[in-house]
């Protein structure tokens, strides 16, 4: 209850992305594998892009004027394979069993195991529909962001944890 506390907080300045080119850009990457549209807001309070419940990507206000397209279509579509594989659902699930069960060591590390294996995937589904290079680019930017930040999101994003985007 605290981090979703937490996370509305920073999140409550979020705003609609109707301008540019980037809703049409999700639009596209939507239609490709056939999801229903997902909202598009930004919000100055976070460092790394997360994809919120099953139609919402939040990305981070410098995302939209420090990235290039080619990075933000690869930063779009790794958002969108969290929300295509329903990863938000399944890691809040995760983090339900290791609070409930917090006696029991193993589920975090399974937390763990689910929300890295989950990034990686999502690496994956992304470079293959905008490229390597330009994903490599933009999670080298997302780092950049977060090691300025002091704060961070309580929850899965694009590069959450400083040590899995070194991997």
Do not use: Y
């Not at 594998?33 to 939040?58: F, H, K």
């Amino acid at each position: 209850v605290g981090r979703r506390l937490i996370l509305v907080g920073r999140l409550g300045d979020r705003r609609m992305v109707v301008e540019g080119e980037l809703p049409g850009v999700l639009h596209d990457l939507c239609r490709s594998v056939n999801v229903r549209p997902v909202r598009l807001t930004a919000s100055a309070t976070i460092s790394s892009p997360v994809a919120l419940g099953t139609r919402e990507i939040c990305l981070p206000s410098a995302a939209l004027v420090e990235l290039n397209p080619e990075q933000q279509r690869a930063m779009l579509a790794h958002e969108l394979a969290h929300i295509v594989r329903r990863d938000p659902q399944w890691l809040g699930l995760a983090c339900l069993v290791e609070r409930v069960f917090f006696f029991q060591p193993l589920n975090r590390m399974a937390r763990s195991g689910l929300q890295q294996s989950a990034e990686f995937m999502a690496d994956e589904w992304a470079a293959g529909r905008s490229g390597r290079v330009p994903l490599a680019r933009c999670l080298m930017k997302v780092a950049e962001w977060i090691q300025a930040s002091p704060l961070g999101v309580p929850v899965a994003g694009m590069a959450e944890q400083r040590s899995q985007l070194s991997s």
